[in-house]
């Protein structure tokens, strides 16, 4: 019964005492978990229609979501080593690779890089080498193949038994403009990643993590860059808010 003038005083607080105290509380830690009563809700510079950046926020210092994702791939760094397909670009196979990758492939889905090693559809590829991989890095690509399984079996295919595929998928996230916007399919959650790589990559160990939460999504949903949110905040997992699903599969070795 003690508990109830307690919560009671807590009530009274959190729907009658000014809001700007409240706020100054939380932003000093004094009283972290501050939620405005309905209707008091301050939007600030969010009380609007148009996001702050609708490019990502490359041009306010970079995608919230490329921290999750270097950071995921600088985690599984020991992996990309020796022959190693990168979709797109190298740029992560050299940043995370470096001097243990023996030969750095690229495979571009038309012949517009002129680095590409291997041009082709993923997802129908017969061209592309069966089990020629030590390493295949499939970031922030799956949501744009309509047939995506078709391009994971051809991933699966192509990895050496004992080799490691790397890949990164949007969850919640903006809709890119442009041309990208025409192939924008999917977006996926830690649970449909992992029932389509069990299907997939049959008796693959598996490691499948997300990133984000409700601070992280919004920040990236508005186009805020990396510089203008707070690191320590993006670092804490709530799995209700999936900025980034992040999978790791290791092919079986040959019995």
């Not at 969010?46 to 306010?60: M, Q, T, V």
């Not at 022959?83 to 495979?107: A, C, H, M, P, W």
């Not at 517009?112 to 890095?137: E, K, M, R, W």
Request: glycine share 8%; charged share 20%; aromatic share 12%.
């Amino acid at each position: 019964m003690a508990a109830e003038p307690t919560s009671r005083i807590k009530t009274f607080i959190k729907t009658y005492a000014p809001a700007a105290p409240l706020r100054w509380l939380q932003r000093w830690g004094i009283r972290p978990q501050y939620t405005p009563a309905p209707g008091r809700v301050a939007f600030g510079d969010f009380d609007r229609l148009r996001p702050i950046s609708k490019d990502f926020g490359y041009e306010r210092g970079g995608p919230i979501d490329r921290y999750y994702i270097e950071h995921f791939l600088q985690q599984q760094a020991a992996s990309i080593r020796g022959r190693v397909l990168e979709i797109g670009g190298n740029d992560y196979t050299l940043q995370f690779g470096g001097k243990k990758v023996e030969k750095s492939d690229i495979l571009h889905v038309d012949d517009s890089n002129p680095q590409a090693t291997y041009v082709g559809d993923l997802s129908n590829a017969p061209h592309l080498p069966d089990q020629a991989f030590d390493c295949i890095i499939l970031t922030q690509t799956l949501h744009l193949i309509w047939e995506y399984k078709e391009a994971l079996k051809t991933c699966y295919r192509m990895l050496k038994p004992g080799g490691t595929f790397l890949m990164t998928s949007p969850g919640i996230t903006p809709i890119a403009s442009g041309a990208w916007k025409e192939i924008w399919y999917w977006s996926f959650t830690r649970l449909s990643i992992t029932r389509v790589l069990q299907e997939t990559f049959p008796d693959a160990e598996l490691d499948i993590r997300t990133y984000g939460n409700a601070y992280a999504a919004s920040a990236f949903l508005w186009g805020l860059g990396l510089p203008e949110v707070s690191i320590e905040k993006l670092e804490v997992v709530d799995e209700q808010y999936q900025v980034i699903i992040a999978a790791k599969a290791v092919k079986p070795l040959l019995p």
